[in-house]
């Protein structure tokens, strides 16, 4: 599946972007998306990474076609989300699950930052 197809996906990874971007510890615990670590060790994972750099939008288009693969488990999907740092991808991933229910609260968790 694209995530094109998928709107509560692109919303989320919209909204995670910025969080990570603005570095905002509280917010991003808040939101539920923390998986699989804690959000200040995410975002000083991040910081580790980008040495004074930013972390910008994605573009629509190459977000609409992030690959969601299927798990094992119903309606859960994987996906390696490239990440922009000052306008360009960057070798920075992220590794988030999505639930496709829209009765999830919080259908997008963020499971880990990868160097790729």
Request: proline share 5%; charged share 25%; net charge negative.
């Amino acid at each position: 599946m694209k995530a094109a197809d998928a709107p509560l996906f692109l919303a989320g990874i919209r909204r995670l972007v910025g969080i990570l971007a603005q570095r905002d510890a509280a917010a991003l615990d808040q939101s539920g998306f923390p998986g699989a670590d804690t959000a200040q060790a995410y975002l000083t994972a991040l910081d580790a990474y980008l040495c004074g750099r930013s972390l910008t939008p994605i573009p629509d288009t190459v977000l609409d076609n992030v690959a969601l693969y299927r798990t094992g488990q119903e309606e859960r999907c994987r996906a390696d989300v490239d990440l922009w740092v000052d306008g360009a991808r960057s070798d920075l991933t992220a590794v988030v699950y999505f639930d496709d229910n829209p009765a999830s609260l919080h259908p997008v968790r963020l499971h880990d930052l990868r160097v790729l």
